[in-house]
């Protein structure tokens, strides 16, 4: 069982894309247009700002940092040096905002994108109707040369949001949020995708956010309600978190030996003030895998 759940850091927006890296938590937040990181005694940090929003973080084996800009729907490159610029256009390979990203071993990146205007549909049809019926679309790889390819030829996904790579570098598992399930691909020596299936049924819960522990099970944020669930492959449900009054949309797991539960909660009016939180609690078991 985890520890209570503390609030580590207010006064964000939307955080997205928290990343455990050189012994802090890295996040974007949609609204403020930074990219933040955390420490574990809650001072907040902003590394970059810039018009537009971020999703997606992951680091190359430089050390250069790759950011997913969503209206864009571009992947931006910081350099060692502090160079930011364009790094992969993926217009070719995306419909409406791109999201999330993972980056692997050899920094290729894996990146999501919404497939449609989600608060046009929703606002025209209400959640039900969009889970029951919605565009579908494709997940992109970019190369470390800033080449972009289909990531799993002939493959489409109901939303394809967080990503996870198991620790031997062969799997990747997508949360499809509206698909409701975690799906696993083969990842080949090219870094493309192949071998499709399902890895664990989620409904009722919509997978957001995710992160893969040591026990080779997977942490979802579920932005339908106030939690965060451990899911074991096959769909068992392990553990829930309740997140209290604000919804969860992203996890991760970090701090010095990997049980640190980081959550990022917001209401659903996210954009209208500061009212997002950074919530941690430690659980049994550490991180595993990428991110």
């Not at 209570?4 to 609204?31: M, N, Q, T």
């Not at 902003?46 to 992951?58: H, I, K, V």
């Not at 499709?196 to 997977?218: F, H, K, M, N, T």
């Not at 451990?230 to 997140?243: Q, R, S």
């Amino acid at each position: 069982m985890a520890d209570p759940v503390k609030v580590l850091a207010e006064g964000i927006f939307f955080g997205e894309g928290p990343r455990w890296h050189d012994d802090r938590l890295w996040l974007s937040d949609f609204y403020a247009h930074r990219v933040y990181s955390l420490g574990l005694d809650g001072d907040l940090k902003t590394e970059l700002e810039f018009d537009g929003q971020s999703s997606g973080l992951g680091w190359m084996p430089d050390g250069s940092l790759l950011v997913v800009r969503m209206e864009l729907r571009e992947v931006w490159r910081r350099w060692p040096d502090g160079r930011f610029e364009r790094h992969a256009d993926l217009t070719a390979h995306s419909a409406h905002l791109c999201n999330d990203m993972v980056v692997d071993a050899q920094g290729r990146a894996y990146v999501g994108n919404f497939g449609f205007d989600l608060d046009a549909a929703m606002r025209d049809r209400g959640p039900a109707s969009v889970i029951a019926d919605h565009p579908t679309t494709l997940l992109a790889l970019v190369r470390p040369d800033g080449t972009v390819s289909d990531a799993a030829a002939g493959e489409r996904f109901s939303f394809p949001n967080g990503m996870v790579i198991t620790p031997d570098g062969g799997t990747l598992i997508v949360a499809e949020t509206f698909g409701q399930r975690l799906t696993a691909l083969d990842i080949g020596e090219d870094g493309t995708l192949t071998n499709r299936r399902e890895w664990a049924p989620v409904a009722p819960r919509l997978p957001d956010g995710i992160c893969l522990d040591a026990s080779g099970a997977v942490w979802i944020a579920n932005p339908a309600a106030p939690e965060c669930a451990l899911i074991a492959p096959g769909g068992e449900l392990l553990e829930v978190i309740n997140t209290g009054t604000l919804h969860c949309y992203a996890c991760m797991l970090g701090g010095p030996d990997g049980r640190h539960l980081f959550m990022l909660v917001a209401p659903q009016d996210a954009a209208a003030a500061p009212k997002g939180r950074v919530l941690v609690t430690e659980v049994a078991v550490g991180r595993a895998g990428l991110p």
